[in-house]
């Protein structure tokens, strides 16, 4: 079942999406596939990274990346594509993330949903 989300937070998620670097599930899963040089982060909640997630995707959670990004990854010219459950908190992220001095941060759109829907690989 889809989450229903607040007129408010679609509306700021919304924004945040115009303001940061965005990718597809196929891209994402084309750069896994080449072993490209990126760090593949899970914005969403420990429960919901705990129940599945991408291949070799970090745990790094909405309310603490912010916190923890930089003793994790401290070179801010890192690649790092950051996924959600659809897209929304993953813009959120990212856009924090650039505020912060990070150069090369994408979002991925339709996070975990789509990334299942498409049948592709979890762990």
Known sequence: MAMKHSPQFLKLATEAQSRVQRCSVADVKNWISEEADMKLIDVREESEFAAGHL???IAMGRGVIERDIENRIPDPTT????????GYRSA??????QKMGYTNV???????SCWKEAGLPTE
Not at 79 to 86: A, D, E, N, R, S
Not at 106 to 112: F, V
Request: glycine share 16%; proline share 4%.
């Open 55 to 57: 291949p070799k995707a």
């Open 79 to 86: 690649k790092i594509v950051l996924y959600c459950g659809g």
């Open 92 to 97: 959120l992220a990212a856009e924090s993330l």
């Open 106 to 112: 994408i979002s991925m759109d339709g996070g975990w």
